[in-house]
């Protein structure tokens, strides 16, 4: 679909759902489509949170009471003040506290939760969400336990009241709202980061993000959302009670998500408004209605495991050609390579001492190779530099100075960037994504410009887009810019790997690895590349099996064998030493 | 202190029971990184079977037993092979969902099938208690706390002496090496989570006539018993055990020496902590991404 | 179930549904609706309330209808959740034109409803369950304007009223232990129970709970047990109150048990069995013991019927008793939602199955038919749920008409 043709669509989506009180008569269905838009607001943030970012939560329904419980008290307890009941301000007031409250205690479980993965985050949100819904039960003397508040008062625009119908709009206008920031978010720099979270937090690490702050800013967007859909819940219903916030409830937004299309704009609105109103269709089955229920929720994800929205082909908003003029004028930035140095590094793991007091020093500007046998501790000395690891003793230095390698995010900001042996590329993300990816450390735009679609991030974002060219281009991968990356050729998804790390505009590349898996011309190809990329004066740590490569790039070769450095010098001498030829010999005699 | 050991053996007999169900979450995790979120409803299968053949067609528990496991086993075959297995191999999430979806199915047929009115099953050993000084506790509750203990022996059994155990931690450290050793992982991966299906029917079979047989009979069993299983540690099933009947005790305690209202709040709470400060779980090692 | 019937039933749902589509236009038809339960652990109670209601409707129905017209009964399952309560009532009066309602079966769902009954549907609705008292005591009455929302079954505070009063007056117990349900109206119960002693001066002498997955009340009986509690107060359903009984039978406990109405229907005997045996219940229906000969004809038509005994005699026999009182109200004001309405305020005495009425059954300030007065404390004998009743002698009940059996009050034990 093009863009003019979605614009239609959209419109004309809008106009039917603006026309629904008009056409229905009652207020069944306007009741009904209010019910769906709140939950819609508050799968969306979910989507944000589980289909986008992958951390699925089973807690929703918490950050949805706290808004709606908080703005119940408020704006209940503010209800007598004459200043409020004449300007219905107090209900807008408890809408914007109840967000916020949300969003903060969205701060106080992601600071733990988001330490954990998988199930064990998804047990740890279902936690939360009990406890937050034990905590409504039992603290009568606020929430009213089980029997809950009443007497909510009612949406108000000035002195107003809102009836059904006019709520109708008000609810449609944040829904759509809702859908604009998540396209916002989505399609910015942050979103970018945010959907390569779902693929490997690591390599979002290695490009300089502290992905743990990530995911807990998702997070947060995430329960505001849900906060949100909460306060205007309490005042749509003018009661609340536990009953509304269970497990269930929780269980029903992921439901929502997955079963609509997670990580897609539509999907978590789509399945919000199937699931709600498909029981409503099956009064007649009774009994069965379940059976129906989960019948169905099984036939479409066997069907369509990707969720409703799966169904649609799937976009690829292809970024727009630039015109070749300003390519040409656009040259990359000089890299001013550093050197770096390992000193007197010592690690071990349990019992086993992986790395003994290793000490070598890469020159700026060079091509280094660290080569040993399986098992040397290459691997081991890579993660170390690149800050996965921290080392028992020594030091790592970058320039003469003490480099801080505390985490991969901070090896990326000094200037350490690597790639990855086994390759962690972003699943269906294009190549040219991955690249814009590589340049969040030095991008300026931040959330708040995302959100409002600032001129700041759209300037930033299209020069950065003419960089990102740029370096495809310099590894001659130009053509596969808006080719997902998982489904590349191996070959290329390595060149996509090396052109991420180069955005980051490092000083120090770390290479894992990179012909590994590669055909004969792939690695002249990558040596062409490498050589390139020295010429242009970048630091290259070159950790490699293949030994032509290596003998044929390198300016210096440190070899490792049992954890400790064994030989150090020119491809020549590291060609003649005698120490080397036995630890590689005495190992294929060993293997033999 | 009667009421101090009282109120700890009722609390790790329930803890039994959690620690029974909970072992099975970590049986597919470790073969396939999934789970099988409607565990408790196929706890209610076991339970609402042994209540159909033991109660209504009067068979002896003996004979009901394996008839309940080899149903769950041969149920989750079929449940694996058309709720689990397409989207593992599709690489997508929505397991969750589906397991979710055929734990709902189960709920509905429990309640067509057999009514929604929660109806008792007499303990197999009758129901009078057995006393260790003042302190008495029901057969069936012992029988429960010694299924868990020959659960804790077995595992250790199945995983090291067993050719299906072995070719299960093959799996489960890497589904590519097992492969190249020829093992079926594919195969490896349905049995899994037939075993865990199977291991859930038993834990219904005991824990029924502790309770009562309805539709809702495993749902915040299950619940709980996954809470157990992540504390532990997915991949640590003998630590599962343990924390099961830990965190049993523990509840009694609470109801016991504070308040019961309280007594979720501050289990729960405790779970989020203990997993800040250990994110795989007490008995778990740390797996991180592979760089 | 073979696939087959299964198949065949849904086949049969579908054509009922397009039955119901196609006979809706008839106007001379008058619809009742109700939203309740009818999937789920609290199904039982929304099945009972419609069973009672399809029962009356039926007779009503076969002696020619109200003034001609036939009553229809639409009903639809709110799964509990409040949320769809509020959909299905909007659909009902505004789609389907009910000009009744009977209530829902929990009470979330009334209170979710309740405003929008009085402010914006304007239908009336007798409740058989939801014992929330602020469900007829609501905003609407407040403020003085027409209340919508009646009650035929038990209401909060004065059912813990009637549990207290009947334990520390008739029974003479002073030192009352609390054991209640943490979840659902438990949690309102214990405040109810709380106020209610402290009313009479007293104060629990344990205040304990339980959650609805505790399968073993160990710790807590014990705990009243040596606070020395002469009886203990419940608010808990069945399943709970079974874990109950089982532990104290396991721990020979004999101190006096008196639960709320959630107990009071042959589900507890069913799922507690003989360790029910001495258990007492307030409720305000029992349909143990002698039997006035409506209820004996309602029990059997029941059983005829539906060929099962009823699981929660009360919500049947409150739905049935709320459709002759809609019937009583429209023959007096009209069809219209709001001459029902009035017309409910303005039935001077009526024969009903909960009881005889031999006052107005509702007025404009009392929305609630039953009141602390017409309570009953029932006591479980044998699988029947027998009427506690007082003479000089003190509490006895009744095994059959000839057998009367006093009770000892220290531990309900049948003299």
């Not at chain 3, 009672?52 to 509990?80: Q, S, T």
């Not at chain 3, 209610?196 to 009986?221: C, S, W």
């Amino acid at each position: 679909m093009t863009a003019p043709v979605q614009w239609l669509f959209g419109a004309v989506a809008i106009a039917l759902l603006a026309a629904i009180p008009v056409v229905t008569g009652g207020t069944y269905y306007a009741y009904l489509g209010i019910i769906v838009f709140i939950y819609g607001i508050v799968a969306i943030g979910l989507n944000i949170l589980s289909g986008y970012a992958g951390q699925f939560s089973l807690g929703h329904a918490a950050f949805m009471a706290m808004g709606a419980y908080t703005t119940a008290i408020l704006s209940k307890s503010l209800n007598t003040i004459p200043f409020f009941a004449q300007t219905g301000l107090h209900i807008w007031l408890g809408v914007i506290v109840g967000t916020v409250l949300a969003a903060l205690f969205g701060i106080v479980l992601a600071i733990p939760a988001l330490r954990v993965r998988g199930p064990y985050l998804a047990m740890v949100t279902v936690a939360f969400g009990w406890v937050v819904w034990k905590i409504l039960q039992e603290w009568v003397a606020v929430t009213g336990g089980d029997l809950g508040i009443s007497s909510i008062p009612k949406p108000r625009i000035g002195a107003a009241l809102l009836d059904t119908r006019s709520f109708y709009y008000v609810v449609l206008l944040f829904f759509l709202a809702a859908l604009a920031l998540q396209y916002r978010l989505i399609h910015s720099q942050f979103g970018l980061r945010v959907r390569a979270v779902k693929h490997s937090e690591i390599a979002v690490a290695s490009v300089g993000v502290n992905v743990y702050r990530l995911k807990v800013v998702v997070f947060v967007i995430s329960a505001a959302f849900a906060g949100f859909g909460g306060t205007l819940f309490a005042h749509q219903q003018n009661y609340i009670s536990p009953d509304n916030f269970q497990f269930f409830s929780s269980v029903f937004f992921l439901l929502a998500v997955l079963f609509g299309g997670a990580g897609t704009m539509l999907g978590p609105v789509v399945g919000a408004a199937v699931l709600m109103l498909l029981p409503e269709m099956l009064h007649d089955f009774d009994k069965y209605r379940l059976i129906v229920y989960a019948g169905l929720i099984l036939l479409t994800l066997y069907f369509l495991p990707k969720g409703v929205m799966g169904l649609l082909p799937e976009q690829r908003s292809a970024a727009p050609a630039p015109a070749d003029a300003m390519e040409e004028a656009v040259a990359l930035p000089p890299i001013r390579g550093a050197g770096l140095a390992v000193e007197g590094v010592t690690r071990r793991f349990g019992g086993l001492l992986a790395l003994s007091d290793v000490s070598f020093r890469v020159e700026p500007g060079s091509i280094h190779a660290l080569i040993g046998p399986n098992g040397a501790g290459k691997t081991t000395l890579i993660n170390i530099v690149s800050g996965i690891y921290r080392p028992d003793h020594g030091s790592i230095r970058v320039d003469g100075e003490n480099a801080r390698i505390e985490s991969m995010h901070a090896a990326a900001q000094e200037g350490i960037v690597r790639t990855f042996q086994t390759l962690k590329l972003f699943g269906d993300m294009t190549v040219i994504e991955h690249v814009m990816i590589g340049m969040t450390r030095h991008a300026k735009a931040g959330l708040w410009d995302a959100f409002a679609g600032s001129q700041r991030a759209r300037d930033e974002a299209s020069a950065q887009l003419v960089e990102a060219r740029a370096l495809l281009k310099l590894l001659g991968i130009s053509q596969l810019e808006n080719v997902p990356a998982n489904s590349l050729a191996y070959g290329h998804r390595r060149l996509v790997e090396i052109a991420r790390a180069l955005a980051v505009k490092p000083r120090i590349l770390l290479l894992d690895e990179p012909a590994a898996g590669l055909i004969a011309e792939e690695i002249r190809a990558l040596a062409v590349v490498i050589r390139r990329l020295r010429s242009m004066g970048m630091t290259i740590l070159l950790v490699e099996h293949h030994m032509d490569l290596v003998l044929g790039v390198s300016d210096r070769i440190t070899v490792l064998d049992h954890g400790a450095v064994i030989a150090d010098g020119s491809p020549s001498e590291i060609r003649r030493d005698e120490r080397v030829i036995a630890a590689y010999l005495g190992h294929a005699h060993a293997a033999a | 202190m009667y009421f101090f050991f009282q109120i700890a053996l009722s609390g790790i007999a329930t803890g039994a029971i959690y620690g029974l169900i909970a072992v099975g979450y970590s049986l597919t995790f470790m073969t396939t990184k999934a789970l099988n979120f409607a565990l408790g409803m196929w706890v209610m299968m076991g339970g609402m079977l042994t209540y159909s053949l033991h109660v209504q067609y009067g068979l002896n528990p003996l004979l009901v037993l394996p008839i309940v496991t080899v149903a769950l086993f041969l149920l989750g075959i079929v449940a694996e092979r058309f709720s689990v297995y397409p989207f593992l191999r599709a690489g997508s999430d929505v397991w969750v969902l589906s397991t979710l979806a055929v734990g709902f199915l189960m709920i509905d047929f429990a309640e067509i099938v057999w009514g929604r009115n929660p109806t008792p099953v007499p303990p197999f050993f009758g129901k009078e208690p057995v006393y260790f000084g003042s302190v008495s506790i029901l057969p069936q509750q012992l029988l429960i706390i010694a299924a868990a203990c020959a659960t804790f022996i077995g595992l250790d059994f199945f995983y090291r002496k067993t050719l299906l155990g072995k070719a299960f931690r093959a799996v489960a450290h890497s589904g590519e090496v097992s492969s190249l050793m020829g093992i079926n992982t594919r195969r490896v991966q349905a049995l899994s989570y037939a075993t865990a299906a199977a291991l859930a029917g038993i834990a219904g079979f005991l824990v029924v006539p502790l309770t009562l047989a309805e539709p809702q009979l495993g749902t915040v069993l299950g619940l709980k018993a996954f809470a157990i299983a992540i504390i532990a540690g997915l991949a640590a099933p003998r630590g599962i055990l343990i924390c099961g009947l830990v965190y049993g005790a523990f509840e009694g305690l609470v109801s016991g020496y504070l308040y019961t209202g309280i007594r979720d709040i501050l289990g729960f709470s405790i779970m989020i902590l203990a997993l800040y400060l250990r994110p795989e779980g007490i008995f778990g090692r740390a797996q991180e991404e592979r760089a | 179930m073979s696939s087959s019937t299964y198949l065949k039933r849904l086949a049969a749902a579908v054509a009922v549904a397009s039955l119901g589509a196609m006979t809706g236009a008839h106007a001379q038809e008058v619809k009742i609706g109700m939203a309740a339960a009818l999937t789920g652990p609290a199904s039982f109670v929304g099945t009972e309330i419609k069973r009672g209601a399809e029962v009356a409707i039926d007779e009503i129905n076969a002696k020619g209808g109200v003034k001609g017209r036939k009553l229809v009964l639409i009903a639809r399952d709110d799964e509990h959740n409040p949320v769809k309560t509020v959909a299905q009532y909007r659909e009902l009066v505004e789609r389907e034109k009910v000009v009744a309602m009977l209530g829902a079966s929990n009470s979330a769902s009334m209170l979710a409803v309740t405003p929008i009954v009085n402010d914006t549907l304007k239908v009336p609705v007798i409740c058989p369950a939801t014992d929330a008292t602020e469900i007829t005591e609501n905003e609407a009455k407040k403020q003085g304007r027409e209340n919508y929302l009646f009650r035929v079954g038990m209401y909060g505070t004065g059912q813990a009223n009637f549990m207290v009063d009947t334990m520390v007056k008739k029974f003479g117990h002073k030192k009352i232990g609390l054991l209640n349900w943490t979840g659902g109206w438990g949690v309102t119960g214990r405040g109810e129970l709380n106020r209610r002693l402290k009313e009479h001066g007293l104060t629990p002498v344990g205040d304990e709970t339980f959650d609805n997955n505790d399968t073993d009340m160990t710790a807590q009986i014990i705990k009243l047990k040596n606070a020395g509690a002469e009886s203990i107060l419940n608010y808990a359903l069945v399943r709970e109150n079974t874990f109950v009984v089982k532990t104290k039978e396991k721990l020979s406990n004999d101190i006096p048990y008196v639960s709320a109405w959630g107990i009071a229907g042959p589900a507890f005997w069913k799922a507690a069995g003989t360790s029910a045996e001495g258990v007492l219940s307030s409720t305000t229906v029992t349909i143990d013991g002698p039997q006035s000969a409506e209820r004996i004809a309602f029990i059997n038509e029941y059983k005829k019927r539906f060929n099962e005994d009823m699981s929660a005699a009360v919500f049947a026999v409150g739905a049935y008793d709320a459709i002759y009182l809609f019937k009583e109200a429209m023959e007096k004001s009209g069809f219209e939602p709001a001459q029902i309405r009035a017309g409910l305020e303005n039935i001077p005495e009526f024969k009903g199955l909960v009881k005889h009425f031999k006052r107005p059954v509702f007025t404009k300030d009392r929305h609630n038919a039953v009141t602390e007065e017409d309570m009953i404390m029932t006591r479980w004998t044998n699988g029947k749920l027998l009427e506690i009743k007082f003479d000089d002698k003190g509490p006895y009940v009744e095994i059959d008409a000839s057998t009367k059996k006093y009770l000892d009050k220290s531990n309900m034990k049948l003299m």
